[in-house]
C-alpha cells in the first residue's frame, strides 16, 4: 500500500459512512486497516475525521503534512523540468525504449490491417464503427490520435501493472469507479452546491469537445484514459498536467489557497460522463 491507494479507499470509506451503508464502528475499523509502513520505515495513518495524514513518531500520532505533491507548482515549472531532463531520459536505456517502439508500432500495423481487411471490409467501409479508427475517408487526424492514445493507455497500464502490481491497480480503479457510482447521483440530488456546479461545468467541456470532434469512439477512449489517469492520481502524468493548469488558471484569476482536490476530481467525473455519453449526441453515433 502507499498514499495514493490509501486515499483512493480512505474516500470510499467515506462515502459509505455518508451514505448510511456503513456504521461508524466499521468505518474505524476499516481506517485502522489503511495503516502501513513507507519504505523508510516511518509509519502512517489517515485520519477518519478528515482525511489527513498522521505520522508516528514512536510515540503518538502526530498531523504530518509533507505526503502532499511536492513537485512542479505551475505548467511552467513542469516544462522546464522536462526540457532540463529530456536529453537525459531520450539516451537512458535507448536499446529498450527503441526496442518497445518497434513493438508497439509493429503491434498497431498488424492490428490495423487486420480490422481494415476483416471487418472493415478494405478502404470501402462496411463498419461505421471501425471508420472511425481506420483513418478512412477524411478521418486521418481522428485515426491517428485514437491509435496514438490507446498505444499509450495500453503501454501505460502495463508499466502501472508492473510497477504496482494487479491488485493494487484493480483495487484502484475500483475505488475510482464506486467513488464516481456514489458521487454522480448526490450531485444531481443537490443540483445547486458548489460542487455540481463544477461537474456540470466539466461536462459542458466535455460535451463541446465531443460535438467539435465529432468521433464518438475517439470520445470514449478518452474518457478511458481520464479513468485511469483519476486512478492513478498525481502518479499519472495525465493527471499532474490537468491539476497544474487549473492551479495556473485560478492563479492567474486570484483565487486564494490550495486547489480543492475533491473539487478537482469531480471537474474530471463531470468530463469522464460527458465523454461516455458521446454517442448520445448523435443520430447515427459512430
Not at 478494405?122 to 478521418?139: D, E, T, V, Y
Not at 495525465?238 to 495556473?248: C, G
Amino acid at each position: 500500500m502507499d498514499f495514493q491507494i490509501a486515499e483512493k479507499k480512505y474516500q470510499n470509506l467515506k462515502n459509505q459512512l455518508e451514505s448510511g451503508k456503513m456504521s461508524p464502528q466499521k468505518y474505524h475499523i476499516e481506517i485502522e486497516k489503511l495503516r502501513f509502513q513507507s519504505s523508510n520505515g516511518v509509519w502512517w495513518q489517515l485520519n477518519g475525521d478528515d482525511g489527513t495524514w498522521l505520522r508516528y513518531d514512536g510515540q503518538s500520532w502526530m498531523p504530518y503534512a509533507t505526503t502532499d505533491y511536492m513537485g512542479p507548482k505551475s505548467l511552467r515549472e513542469l516544462l522546464m523540468i522536462l526540457i532540463k531532463n529530456l536529453p537525459k531520459s531520450i539516451f537512458k536505456s535507448i536499446r529498450r525504449k527503441l526496442m518497445f517502439a518497434l513493438i508497439a508500432g509493429v503491434a498497431v500495423l498488424i492490428i490495423h490491417t487486420v480490422l481494415l481487411i476483416g471487418p472493415n471490409g478494405g478502404f470501402a467501409p462496411s463498419n461505421m464503427f471501425f471508420n472511425n479508427i481506420l483513418a478512412l475517408q477524411g478521418r486521418v487526424m481522428t485515426g491517428t490520435l485514437f491509435w496514438m492514445i490507446a498505444t499509450g493507455v495500453i503501454l501505460s497500464t502495463f508499466y502501472r501493472i508492473k510497477k504496482i502490481g494487479l491488485k493494487s491497480f484493480t483495487g484502484t480503479l475500483t475505488n475510482t469507479f464506486q467513488d464516481y457510482v456514489y458521487i454522480v447521483p448526490k450531485l444531481i440530488k443537490e443540483k445547486t452546491s458548489v460542487s455540481a456546479y463544477v461537474f456540470v461545468f466539466a461536462a459542458g467541456i466535455g460535451i463541446a469537445y465531443t460535438l467539435i470532434n465529432n468521433d464518438g469512439v475517439l470520445s470514449m477512449l478518452i474518457a478511458v484514459w481520464f479513468v485511469l489517469a483519476l486512478a492513478a492520481g498525481t502518479k499519472s502524468f495525465t493527471y499532474l498536467v490537468a491539476k497544474l493548469s487549473v492551479s495556473d488558471v485560478r492563479r492567474a484569476l486570484k483565487k486564494k489557497g490550495p486547489l480543492n482536490k475533491r473539487m478537482f476530481e469531480i471537474g474530471f467525473y463531470g468530463l469522464i460522463t460527458a465523454l461516455c455519453c458521446s454517442q448520445y449526441y448523435y443520430a447515427n453515433p459512430f
